[in-house]
């Protein structure tokens, strides 16, 4: 069995971790995987690494018929049993699909946003594929409700490195790195700087909890449009616990020392984030919206909320910060759920029933 995944993300996190992750768990099953991903991205790179051969796209940015050319010539070389399209980046995910198509070849999508698309064009993208996999059963209900057969649309939720995350945490060290004063509670939101995240909610719920714990430390990890937007709203709102510390390649080496993570957001496909947060021990104030109540259990690993309800985040936030017990009983059961349900061999061997399934069904 030979699997030719598409990947066209030039950075190694979010979807892109999600294959690598896949990737390495494949490693020692009997089949064959190759990847396909632009020149000089860091997926690329990254696989190599693990030893999985690695073939670029030869018209890197090209769209509509010279992407499907190039993808031709890629499926007539290799000569694949199976093409599984992880990225949507440059249309791939309909492109993808009607290049396997062309060349006879069954194909999977991985499907990693919950935002809904019209139904014709959902008809349209996902015909030419065997499966759809929802990386949350939130964004398997939204594709349902675009018309969606439910045979084909499928659940394997992302994963996360659960070792990888449960790193001790060096109070000291963490405290100068991010010039961090007083012994107060850390709060992190650990999110793109972008509208549907929701730092907004936070911003307005902060000024009490600052009275309430003047030594209070809150960390926005992210880049994003909204940066300079953020900060000017930091300053309006008078926060003085607010730092703005951007991108963190090493964030899993802090993750332990976080007290609370919020993550206030309007819409999410499943939240990988919050899946480092819980595996790392910590309690985790999340809405109701996407795949994050399939993470956050509420009451159990931590707290969920109506989106954009900044009187029950406030509320949120000192239950937690005024009971330590509480929170590390939320991180222990936190430990527990990403153990059993979100590890990498978990999703890999989700991922793998179903290659085998839809081999099955085209040979008959």
């Not at 009451?299 to 949120?316: C, H, K, T």
């Amino acid at each position: 069995m030979k699997i030719l995944h598409i990947e066209t993300g030039m950075h190694r996190y979010g979807g892109a971790q999600q294959v690598l992750y896949l990737l390495e768990q494949l490693r020692d099953a009997p089949m064959t995987n190759v990847l396909l991903c632009c020149p000089g991205s860091a997926v690329g790179e990254a696989a190599k690494r693990l030893g999985v051969p690695v073939r670029h796209l030869d018209a890197p940015g090209a769209t509509g018929l010279a992407l499907l050319r190039s993808l031709n010539r890629t499926l007539k070389a290799e000569q694949p049993n199976l093409v599984h399209v992880h990225s949507r980046r440059l249309g791939m995910d309909l492109f993808g699909g009607l290049a396997a198509r062309r060349r006879g070849i069954p194909a999977i999508v991985s499907r990693r946003v919950d935002n809904p698309e019209p139904r014709w064009l959902a008809r349209l993208k996902y015909r030419p594929y065997a499966r759809v996999i929802a990386i949350s059963e939130g964004i398997r209900q939204v594709m349902l409700g675009e018309g969606m057969d439910p045979s084909k649309v499928v659940t394997v939720r992302s994963a996360v490195d659960v070792g990888a995350c449960r790193q001790p945490c060096d109070p000291a060290r963490f405290r100068e790195t991010f010039g961090l004063t007083g012994e107060g509670p850390v709060i992190a939101v650990i999110a793109q700087l972008i509208e549907r995240k929701g730092h907004r909610h936070l911003i307005a719920a902060l000024p009490e909890i600052e009275q309430r714990w003047p030594g209070l430390q809150t960390l926005f990890f992210g880049q994003g449009a909204l940066r300079d937007a953020l900060a000017q709203s930091i300053r309006d709102n008078n926060l003085r616990s607010v730092k703005l510390a951007g991108f963190r390649d090493d964030l899993a080496r802090w993750l332990g020392c976080f007290d609370v993570v919020v993550h206030p957001a309007d819409r999410e496909g499943l939240g990988v984030a919050l899946l480092q947060a819980s595996a790392a021990g910590a309690p985790i104030i999340a809405t109701r919206a996407g795949g994050m109540p399939e993470i956050v259990r509420d009451g159990e690993n931590g707290l969920l909320i109506e989106p954009g309800d900044v009187a029950a985040l406030r509320e949120s936030l000192i239950r937690l910060l005024d009971d330590r017990a509480l929170r590390q009983r939320m991180g222990q059961r936190g430990r527990e759920i990403t153990e059993t349900e979100f590890s990498t061999a978990v999703m890999a061997e989700g991922n793998l029933a179903i290659y085998r399934q839809v081999l099955s069904e085209a040979n008959g």
